[in-house]
Structures are given as C-alpha cells and as structure tokens.
C-alpha cells in the first residue's frame, strides 16, 4: 500500500510539473499593435542637430580604417548579438562611442521586451551602418548623390537600424509578424528614447531605416 502510494504521488508530481510548464511556455493571445503617431512628424531631427551633438561626445573623423584604431576616444566594437544583427557593411566600420554602443543595446533590448509584452514572436533589429570615414563618405556620395560629406556617421557617435528588415530569433516559431507591425513596435520603442533624451532621429524613407544619433548621457 505504502509503495502504491509512493507512485501515486511521484505520479502526480510528474503531472503537475508538465501542467506548470505547459502553461508557462504558453504564449498567449496576440494583442493589438500600433503606432499612434506619425513617422515623419515624430522622427525628423535634421543632419544639423545630429551633427551638432556629434561633434561634442564623438571622435575626430578618421582618414582610413588603419586610423580609426587610434581615434581621439575610445570605440567599441559592435557584434551580432542576442538584441540586433549587424549587416555585411560596405562603406561603415562597426566601432561606436561607448554612448552609442549603450543606446543601440538598449533598442535591441527594448525592442524585444516590447514584443514579448505583445504576445509576439521575437525578433532582432538590424544594423545596416555605423562608423563611416572619411575615404567610406566619399565613396558613398560617388555611389549615392543624396549623401551628405559632412555626415554624422564620421563621428562615432550615429548608426542605422533598418525599418523594413528583421530576423526572427527561433525560425521554429510558426507566428510571423509582418514587417509594418514590426516598424510600429520599433518607432514606439524609438520614441520613448527619444523623448527621454537618449537620441536625435530621422526616419529615411527611401533608405529604409531609422538615422540615430546617440546624445550626452
């Protein structure tokens, strides 16, 4: 009888500890997303303002990558990581200023919590530029007539995170959130770093991402 009741038990343990994680791992129902704001109006900061917060907390601009090893300040080195990807960069170096460095963390973060409040799948922002020399913003204005030579990008201090592309943490996941309900939750997540004075923002429309530029701490 004893030993009958010793299964029983373990037996209920057992079920109880599968109906706990069964309801843990439940994600929940999709809640609603939305932006309720205008990307243009909420996100235009001018190359102005960027440049001017740029030329205070970032590095003098460097001539070459060799240079950008000995910069006037220190710069981190920015990896793909668990809150954002960084993309094959053709004309930018992935080196921050440790402000920008910590800001981008912080969106990548952000970001994540954002959708996990959501009921949503996880995803990771994207970075498609960072640092840009000297020689880097010449090429890129022969590639690019709208590009700017005096760029913020040559500070340290700026970086852009793609609104039209993310990638999915666990593929496994079957719940796909489409690209614009992604931007909502990214420009929400902007927004509130921006109204709390942790950056200067300009939504590029054509280039497809958000223009960032970390401001003093």
Not at 18 to 44: Q, T
Request: net charge positive.
């Amino acid at each position: 009888m004893k030993r009958m009741f010793n299964v029983m038990l373990s037996l209920t343990v057992i079920l109880s500890a599968a109906v706990f994680f069964s309801c843990e791992e439940k994600r929940g129902e999709l809640k609603k997303i939305w932006y309720d704001g205008s990307y243009n109006r909420d996100f235009n900061d001018l190359n102005d303002v960027h440049l001017s917060v740029a030329k205070k907390i970032g590095i003098a601009p460097v001539s070459s990558r060799e240079e950008a090893e000995h910069a006037s300040r220190d710069m981190v080195e920015i990896e793909t990581n668990d809150y954002y990807e960084v993309e094959e960069l053709t004309h930018s170096i992935p080196y921050l200023v440790p402000e920008a460095a910590t800001l981008l963390s912080d969106i990548g973060k952000n970001f994540q919590d954002s959708l996990r409040n959501l009921n949503a799948s996880l995803y990771k922002i994207k970075v498609t530029s960072v640092t840009r020399t000297v020689a880097d913003v010449k090429k890129l204005k022969r590639r690019n007539s709208n590009s700017s030579l005096n760029s913020a990008h040559q500070y340290g201090t700026t970086f852009d995170v793609s609104w039209a592309r993310y990638a999915k943490v666990d593929e496994k996941d079957t719940l796909t959130i489409d690209k614009d309900r992604l931007k909502m939750v990214l420009a929400s997540v902007l927004r509130d770093l921006r109204r709390a004075d942790r950056c200067y923002i300009k939504h590029e429309r054509k280039q497809g991402c958000f223009h960032i530029t970390a401001r003093e701490p």
